[in-house]
């Protein structure tokens, strides 16, 4: 099979369990120390620790390995260009030490300014009753205009849309604003803190002075200190997209299209200096050819996240979309997965390492007995146990066929 197939576990206090993983026929896990402050160092001792706990069982049932660290962050010093960056890139270049001693070899990392991913509806309702994430323009301006005021939000908005998003607000309760505003303010994946309103302003505000090529710059700078230190002990780096693949809040975003990561692969030209193909963030732009790229990027190409998102219409032709099951939407699925059984055969031929890409199916619906699940039991948002399970099923059989075609 091209791919090890995974899943995201966001640590102990997971509601998705070690046994669920293992028993969605997964072997490998997606894992990182969401404890331990963006820009400190992880230590050997820490990342043991997770190995430990992920291997618990290992002896009495299938092995699970800590396959892929998914992410190690990067602090927003060094997306800004302080010089106080070069204290946050040499603990990452002994992070990433730290994570080679310890057999961990595939890291994944994003620079999206601020914000990770961004949605504005975490509970859409699909025809079938089960839930999806979605992300819609024009409430996500009636956030920046209404609720957030940005100044000068305006501009990034046509006349059309703060209209409709003005009118929105207008309609809206109380409990819509706050539902809004907590959803486009919600932290990284795997915490439960989110940004607060009153602050949220400030942050922005420190990349007053960043565009897009400035942002560039910050990248590639980054990718030149770090990528030679993981090509040195054996790890492979590989970037996430942005999340939608756009700019947001006035935020350049720069790893949005193909030309981006050809850029980027070409700024620091080491193998080390990869891709996390993420076919739900690139998906979401209809200019993206995802086959083409996978082909095209097959060899730098180091982590996969196979996910179906499907672009709504709307007359004033604004960006809506939502998470679709993973074998519909706007993904061609088939000729993405048969790219990468390519590039698995491809590798096995040239005698390259990693013949198996690590994959993990992504933002599952919320769905069955994960539907009435509250408080401590209900998963992140888009990582539910079933919905991903019913994802990597479809998946592996999808692989499986095409394996067998060839």
Same mark, same amino acid.
């Given at each position: ?12 206090? =997971? ?123 024009? =409430? ?101 997209? =942005? ?133 401590? =039991? ?29």
């Amino acid at each position: 099979m091209a791919f090890v197939q995974t899943m995201r576990w966001f640590g102990p206090n =997971d509601p998705v369990s070690l046994r669920d993983i293992r028993q969605a026929g997964c072997t490998g896990v997606v894992s990182a120390l969401h404890q331990i402050p963006v820009g400190e160092v992880w230590s050997v001792e820490e990342i043991q620790r997770r190995i430990q706990l992920i291997e618990a069982e290992n002896h009495l049932y299938t092995p699970l390995t800590w396959e892929v660290v998914e992410s190690l962050p990067v602090h927003e010093d060094i997306k800004k260009g302080l010089p106080s960056r070069e204290k946050y890139i040499e603990n990452y270049k002994t992070s990433l030490r730290n994570l080679a001693a310890c057999g961990i070899k595939t890291v994944c990392y994003n620079f999206m300014p601020v914000l990770d991913w961004s949605r504005t509806n975490l509970n859409y309702r699909m025809p079938d009753g089960s839930l999806a994430l979605r992300f819609v323009w024009e =409430d996500f301006a009636t956030f920046d205009l209404c609720i957030l005021k940005r100044p000068n939000a305006e501009a990034d908005y046509s006349e059309a849309i703060q209209e409709k998003a003005r009118a929105k607000f207008a309609q809206m309760s109380p409990e819509e604003i706050a539902m809004l505003q907590n959803t486009v303010l919600l932290g990284l994946p795997g915490s439960n803190e989110a940004f607060e309103l009153a602050t949220f302003q400030g942050l922005l505000d420190n990349y007053k002075h960043i565009g897009d090529a400035e942002l560039r710059t910050n990248l590639y700078y980054f990718i030149q200190q770090v990528a030679p230190v993981a090509q040195e002990v054996g790890v492979n780096l590989c970037i996430h997209p =942005d999340d939608p693949p756009m700019p947001l809040l006035g935020l350049p975003r720069v790893v949005s299209i193909e030309s981006d990561l050809a850029q980027l692969m070409e700024a620091c030209d080491v193998q080390a200096n990869g891709i996390t193909f993420c076919t739900g963030s690139l998906g979401v732009r209809a200019d993206n050819d995802l086959a083409g790229i996978a082909e095209r990027f097959g060899h730098r190409i180091h982590f996969v996240h196979l996910r179906a998102t499907k672009r709504e219409a709307s007359e004033d032709n604004q960006l809506i979309f939502h998470e679709a099951d993973h074998l519909t939407g706007d993904v061609d699925m088939y000729a993405v997965v048969k790219a990468f059984v390519r590039e698995s055969k491809k590798r096995h031929e040239l005698g390259r390492p990693n013949v198996h890409i690590p994959m993990r199916p992504d933002h599952g619906h919320q769905m069955l007995d994960d539907l009435p699940k509250t408080g401590k =039991d209900k998963s992140y948002p888009g990582y539910s146990a079933i919905g991903r399970l019913r994802g990597l099923a479809e998946l592996r059989g999808l692989e499986l066929a095409i394996e067998r075609s060839l």
